[in-house]
């Protein structure tokens, strides 16, 4: 009986800490751990084994394929930031899902659908170009479904993670020079 | 089953054949299957006679060639040839034109496409005219027009120079690009003449609307757009969209929220942004200025320019030259002291800073009594122009504060009124020339200077072209800033001459007095922010005038506020009785051809005149106008208050096209071309119209 009561107080109480998680991470997470690791080394596994930029933007550098991470340390907890780096099918919003379309000389453009209507669509390639076609040009388009993050359980050891998720709650958007 | 493909009936194709024909369109899930089936609709009357005269009117239009015979019995079953004669494609745009239509139903072999293709790229390639074809019924003033260096290339990029971004040499050579729009003024020297010529005066009055992007903005929509490579981006507001040039759909948003403290004298203007790599700045009304992601719309950084509490804002497009971003201040009317600062592109950081009121230690000094350089305005608010080869940058200079009392700033009051040439890399003052001292009637010198190359009375001379607020068109040497020229090109009354080095003379009364003075032209000037022309094929300035505009200047005390209005009072228009619409012919709005050696109106064509019931109220929508667009092939574009976009012969001044766009059109049109099309846009009320050949 008191596991049981012990269980729903836990999940009442997670699910209050989530309706809270915009309102805390903007002001600094003060009911959360801030991470423990070193957000320089982090930088770094993010642009080399985590291979992070081939999907992911940080400023001017990496891909636009993904979500912009630019100031992902002010819209997202650490714990938030965790799930997405080890459980990633569960965290990538529709809107990212790979997009490809086939013209009708065959060529393949694979990318991010941005918009659409009946007539045409509008992309962003993996170069990270702003393209455009006429449904009329396409023999084919669609999203592929092959989920586009991967999990990095197993592949970044306790401390990469732990870099990489001091680095990511760093990152705080616009300077200001 | 064959899909099929629902389209509107091709309306030029009806007008010219007896075929009609109707395709139906249907697609399933993500799949697009090319199947087509055809419908052809005859009109009761219709008959194989209307058919043989089809092909009649067709073989006398077509030039001689092979794959002349495959063209006739491909196309002319469905629309008539004119749509296709009066086009002018790179082979590649043509074989996706063919492809189009055989995906709308037209039949043919693979060897058929190939045929037609070749056909059409030797006969009616980009630049050529066909053979036996009327170009103009008049003389054409040039031997030839002028091509783009380089070839448009495919948005699907195989040419490395699509991904590339917007270098700093690609701006030196934006002319030879015409297919985009890469800068403010189109190129550095801001002449706003494209050679794109696709558009021509013999069929400019085939332009249909091609799309409308509906901003949700309710100040005057001044934007000028930046096209690279397929993409417009524009403005609403202080957002920034990236928009697919082609139909107006959009690939991102940036929303920015300016300081509400912000000072806004003459509405929530944004002129444009500066593009160079991937990234776009704006200047932002509460004087930030603010790097953006080009591919994304992610801001990148953002500056604080000046302090928006003290009246600071920006309008102005800014200027990218080299790896610095420059801008300049406005408000003026809020006393601030203007100045123009150049921007680290990648950082941010100020690199130097140029005030347009000089104060101790600045080169003017002096021109103030005591401290009213502090407050004495200078605002910036339209782009420069940029020589490359002197390295010199070029800006007007608005007018002194406050605006309508000079009495508490004794003195010329440098650099108000002015142009000032700068060096690009340090911001050091080279030159400049005063348009009016101690100006006591608003007149900011701000209209965007041209450059140009010509010949001044025998000689080759590199000028600027300028007409000014004040009413005068000046020819300056860009190099030294040796006056050369001002003539007016309105009436004024304030100008009794010039000295030899350029100093007007002021008439007696040129002065604002507390009973109130009557000048012409009124505050807004003979013309204002928006851009001139110059054309190198008919050698003409063209600039929207405002005729036979007067206000009654009044002086007034007042005190400096910080954050305050401060312009020393005001001004109204000459009192008269209530106007009756249509009936006060006496003012109006004209685009006027200068002869840039003697100032002689060659030709003048009347956007609006006297009173009307506006579409929106406001001075700018009385005081302004579209500023002007020339192309290589002779078409002037503009507009005026009333709504009208109007396509010009530039050589004459003759109507060729309007369209009713029911706002007022106060920013610059611009011209591009996708895929082999060439466009035309304009802002008009509260949206963007894009036009372009049938």
């Known amino acids: ?177 | 089953m064959r899909p099929h493909y629902l389209v509107q009936p091709l309306t030029a194709g009806v007008r010219n054949s007896s075929c009609t024909r109707a395709v139906v369109r249907t697609e399933r899930g993500g799949d697009l299957k090319r199947k087509a089936y055809w419908t052809l609709v005859f009109a009761g009357a219709m008959s194989m006679a209307s058919l043989a005269v089809c092909k009649a009117q067709a073989q006398a239009d077509l030039p001689q060639g092979p794959g002349r015979a495959v063209v006739e019995r491909m196309c002319t079953s469905c629309h008539g040839l004119n749509v296709v004669t009066a086009q002018r494609m790179t082979k590649k745009a043509w074989a996706a034109q063919v492809d189009d239509m055989v995906s709308r139903g037209a039949i043919g072999s693979t060897d058929d496409i190939r045929q037609v293709v070749d056909y059409l790229a030797a006969n009616f390639g980009n630049g050529q005219s066909a053979p036996g074809e009327q170009i103009a019924k008049r003389p054409s003033a040039q031997e030839s027009l002028p091509q783009p260096s380089g070839q448009e290339p495919s948005l699907i990029a195989d040419a490395e120079g699509v991904t590339a971004g917007v270098t700093f040499d690609r701006l030196l050579k934006a002319d030879q690009e015409p297919w985009n729009w890469l800068t403010f003024g189109g190129t550095y020297q801001s002449i706003r003449n494209s050679r794109l010529s696709q558009i021509t005066p013999e069929n400019a009055k085939n332009l249909e609307l091609k799309w409308v992007f509906q901003a949700r903005w309710l100040d005057p929509y001044e934007t000028t757009p930046l096209v690279v490579n397929g993409v417009l981006y524009t403005m609403q507001g202080d957002d920034v969209l990236a928009l697919d040039a082609t139909n107006g759909r959009l690939f991102w948003i940036y929303r920015y929220t300016p300081d509400a403290a912000a000072r806004l004298c003459c509405g929530r203007i944004s002129r444009g942004l500066a593009i160079l790599g991937d990234t776009l700045y704006m200047a932002a009304v509460d004087a930030h200025l603010i790097a953006i992601d080009a591919k994304t719309g992610t801001p990148l950084w953002n500056t604080t320019v000046a302090k928006t509490a003290s009246g600071y804002t920006m309008t102005v497009a800014p200027l990218v030259i080299k790896n610095k971003v420059i801008v300049g201040v406005a408000g003026g009317e809020y006393g601030i002291r203007g100045f123009i600062a150049a921007y680290d592109a990648h950082t941010g950081k100020e690199q130097w800073r140029f005030y347009t009121t000089a104060g101790p230690g600045d080169p003017g000094q002096g021109t103030w009594g005591g401290d009213s350089w502090k407050h004495g305005g200078g605002s910036v608010w339209a782009a420069g122009s940029y020589d490359p080869d002197t390295n010199l940058t070029f800006w007007g200079v608005g007018n002194a504060g406050p605006d309508y009392n000079g009495d508490v700033r004794p003195g010329d009051n440098l650099y108000t009124s002015s142009m000032v040439a700068l060096d690009a890399d340090t911001g050091k003052l080279r030159w400049h020339y005063q348009a009016n001292p101690h100006n006591e009637f608003d007149w900011d010198a701000v209209q965007v200077p041209l450059l140009a190359d010509i010949k001044w009375h025998g000689d080759a001379r590199k000028v600027i072209l300028w007409a000014d607020r004040n009413g005068f068109f000046y020819v300056l040497d860009r190099t030294t800033g040796q006056f050369l020229s001002g003539k007016a090109f309105v009436k004024q009354n304030w100008n009794a001459g010039f000295d030899e080095h350029g100093r007007p003379i002021m008439t007696p009364n040129a002065k604002s007095s507390t009973e109130g003075t009557l000048i012409f032209p009124d505050n807004q000037g003979g013309t204002n922010w928006f851009s001139p022309s110059f054309s190198p094929q008919t050698g003409l300035f063209y600039v929207n005038a405002r005729e036979n505009y007067s206000t009654l200047f009044v002086k007034g005390d007042q005190e400096y506020e910080e954050g305050n209005r401060y312009d020393g009072r005001g001004h109204r228009p000459l009192t008269r009785p209530t106007a009756v619409v249509g009936a006060d012919d006496e003012k109006f709005t004209a685009v006027r051809a200068l002869e840039p050696q003697t100032g002689e109106k060659k030709w003048e064509f009347k956007l609006n005149s006297g009173n009307s019931l506006h579409t929106f109220e406001g001075w700018q929508t009385t005081a302004g106008a579209a500023g002007i667009l020339t192309t290589a092939s002779n078409v002037l574009f503009t507009g005026g208050r009333e709504g009208y976009f109007v396509a010009l012969d530039a050589r004459d001044g003759a109507l060729l096209w309007k369209a009713t766009l029911g706002g007022p059109m106060i920013m610059n049109p611009i011209t591009y071309s996708v895929n082999g099309k060439q466009f035309v846009a304009v802002n008009a009320g509260t949206c963007l119209f894009v036009f372009g050949l049938r």
């Not at chain 1, 636009?64 to 799930?83: C, F, H, I, M, Y």
């Not at chain 1, 379309?101 to 045409?120: C, E, F």
């Open chain 1, 1 to 177: 009986m008191w596991l049981f009561r012990i269980s729903i107080a836990a999940v009442l109480l997670s699910g209050i800490l989530d309706a809270q998680v915009r309102e805390g991470a903007v002001a600094g997470e003060k009911n959360t751990p801030q991470p423990s690791g070193d957000p320089i080394r982090g930088q770094a596994v993010f642009a080399g084994k985590g291979h992070c930029t081939s999907c992911h933007r940080v400023g001017e550098s990496g891909s636009a394929l993904g979500p912009n991470l630019t100031s992902v340390g002010s819209e997202r907890t650490v714990d938030q930031l965790r799930k997405s780096l080890l459980d990633s099918d569960s965290t990538v919003p529709p809107a990212y899902q790979n997009y490809r379309v086939i013209t009708r000389d065959g060529k393949a453009i694979t990318g991010r659908l941005l918009n659409q209507d009946p007539y045409s669509l509008q992309m962003i390639d993996s170069d990270n170009r702003l393209v455009a076609f006429e449904r009329s040009e396409l023999r084919e388009w669609g999203s592929t479904l092959t989920p586009p993050m991967p999990s990095y359980r197993g592949t970044l050891n306790t401390d990469e993670l732990a870099d990489v998720l001091a680095y990511l709650a760093s990152l705080k958007g616009v300077g200001h020079p």
